[in-house]
């Protein structure tokens, strides 16, 4: 129902296509319709297991977006000598952060799974010459809301080498080894519904890249994997209000790569909620929304010195990701927020880059500050030799500033932050020139993630969370997995469940 009690419009399910216009009828043991790093998963271990598998997806190619993924553990972080954590403190940290409103045995079964898809993945990513290697990860507290469990992994090779953005190789690697072991892939043939025999869904109707529609029957499973919603005004208006008016791109582009303020149109979310999904429980959905970077010694960091409103003033403890940043910098007057910092950061902190790898050096105090000097020299941040210049560079009051600079001084020379009771290894005077500023108030709005009500074994369940048969669904539309916020404790977790879930799934379609 919409707000106003009216079913809203994407809840009415279409008009079916007229027999006359589907012109070809296709059948496989499973259909997977999307090809992200989800489908593909699920779709190359059904094919594994056995399964006639065909994968009808709008995109042209297979679809990739950053590259970092997690699992709790695998045999590359065997090989570089780390002991198997054990999470289970944080993962009850989490589900608090998420105020008990994710469904636990999803986050179990990627704890309990995760080891096993991830080394499944690897096998196949080395022989297509890629190499697996750990990104970088905060872990100087654990009891501090930056801290990270290591276990993100990334695939570097063919020209890449930061960590974090080899997905498009990842997905390259998989349609490759899915082809070759006799899978079938459709390209931009976006599904349209899908259809019910007997109770059981049956079929997927699609519309292929000349206008004509076919049917793709599936014998065993269709598995859902059609990403995000966040393009859909009414679906975020609906499940996602919070945040709906920051998504603003029109969705029609089905091959969206790396790209902020909204994907898809939530077209798979729709096709389950027609065949008698009932929506996940959670609400609204979480967002994967991240802070600024600039001036922050931490991957997946926001500048963790002094952070100012538009009035000068200091207006919490700095000690926070770049996604609990955005957040408490939309809470702020204008939604804007800034930091100010003295050269002197740079040698006083432990500087570690975002898409730096794990056995990577600390950066240099010299290259710190010859990154701050090409961003002054870009305007992403401000250089001055006083406060007061950086203050009037950024628009901020000047007396204003300069009492909060005095003020947030004094506490790191006491080492006790009284105002906000930060730790004090993170108080660093502002003391020496140059002095930085810059703005915290950019945001990057990646998802949202959610969608139909899905068990822990994926499959699509109606309102008395009985499966329905034959659908499935794997990746970011899968319901209540997250709650409040993504808010990348974990990074790569999404990408993390996408693989597990896929490959789990793969394997259990082929089981049932
Ligand atoms: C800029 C950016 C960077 C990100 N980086 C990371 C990261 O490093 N790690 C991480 O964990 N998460 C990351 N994410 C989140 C990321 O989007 C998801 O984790 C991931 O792409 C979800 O994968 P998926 O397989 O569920 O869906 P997608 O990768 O979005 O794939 C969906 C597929 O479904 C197809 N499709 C859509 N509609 C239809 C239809 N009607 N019929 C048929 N096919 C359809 C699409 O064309 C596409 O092929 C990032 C997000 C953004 C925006």
């Excluded at 799974?113 to 507290?141: C, F, P, R, T």
């Excluded at 519309?207 to 529609?213: C, D, I, M, R, W």
């Excluded at 002197?344 to 898409?355: C, D, I, K, S």
């Excluded at 990646?446 to 309102?463: E, H, Y």
Aim: aromatic content about 10%.
């Amino acid at each position: 129902m919409s707000a106003y009690g009216k079913p809203a419009s994407f809840e009415t399910p279409p008009e079916p296509i007229p027999e006359a216009q589907i012109t070809r009828t296709l059948s496989a043991d499973v259909a997977v319709v999307g090809e992200g790093l989800a489908g593909l998963c699920a779709a190359l271990s059904a094919r594994q297991a056995g399964a006639e598998v065909t994968i009808v997806t709008a995109s042209a190619r297979p679809v990739a977006r950053g590259g970092s993924v997690f699992a709790a553990y695998s045999r590359i972080m065997a090989a570089h000598g780390m002991p198997r954590q054990n999470l289970d403190d944080f993962f009850l940290e989490e589900f608090a952060a998420n105020s008990f409103q994710v469904d636990q045995r999803k986050w179990y079964a990627l704890l309990d799974h995760s080891e096993e898809a991830m080394n499944w993945l690897a096998d196949i990513l080395e022989k297509e010459g890629l190499e697996v290697v750990l990104e970088d990860a905060n872990e100087d507290d654990h009891h501090s809301p930056t801290w990270q469990p290591p276990g993100t992994h990334a695939f570097v090779g063919k020209g890449v080498t930061r960590a974090g953005t080899g997905m498009a190789l990842a997905v390259a690697a998989l349609e490759k080894t899915f082809l070759a072991v006799g899978g079938k892939v459709l390209h931009s043939t976006p599904a349209k519904y899908l259809e019910k025999r007997s109770g059981r869904v049956s079929a997927v109707v699609a519309q292929g890249p000349e206008g004509e529609y076919l049917r793709l029957k599936a014998r065993k499973a269709i598995i859902l994997a059609t990403g995000d919603f966040s393009a859909n005004r009414e679906m975020m208006a609906k499940y996602c209000p919070q945040y709906a008016g920051e998504f603003t791109a029109a969705g029609d582009d089905y091959d969206v790569g790396f790209a902020v303020r909204g994907l898809y149109r939530g077209e798979g979310q729709q096709m389950a909620l027609w065949a008698g999904a009932a929506w996940q429980r959670t609400w609204p959905c979480a967002v994967m929304i991240q802070g600024s970077r600039l001036g922050t010694s931490m991957p997946y960091g926001s500048h963790r010195g002094l952070r100012l409103n538009r009035r000068g003033e200091r207006y919490c403890n700095e000690d926070m990701n770049g996604a609990y940043t955005a957040f408490t910098t939309l809470r702020e007057p204008g939604g804007k927020a800034f930091a100010i910092w003295g050269a002197n950061y740079a040698r006083e902190t432990v500087f570690r880059a975002h898409g730096g790898r794990r056995d990577g050096p600390d950066l240099t105090p010299e290259q710190v500050l010859a990154g701050w000097e090409d961003q002054a020299g870009k305007g992403q941040i401000v250089k001055g030799d006083t406060v007061e210049a950086v203050a009037e560079a950024l628009g901020l009051p000047a007396a204003e500033t300069l009492a909060t600079v005095r003020r947030y001084n004094e506490l790191c020379r006491a080492g006790k932050d009284t105002d906000f009771h930060k730790k004090p290894k993170y108080l660093q005077e502002i003391r020496e020139a140059p002095f930085y500023g810059c703005s915290l108030s950019d945001r990057l709005f990646f998802t949202v993630l959610g969608g139909p009500r899905t068990n822990a074994r994926m499959q699509v369940c109606d309102a008395e969370d009985e499966p329905i048969p034959g659908l499935w669904c794997v990746g970011s539309m899968v319901g209540d997995m997250y709650a409040n916020c993504y808010n990348f404790r974990i990074p790569g977790q999404n990408y993390g469940a996408c693989l597990t879930f896929g490959y789990l799934t793969g394997k259990r379609v082929m089981e049932n």
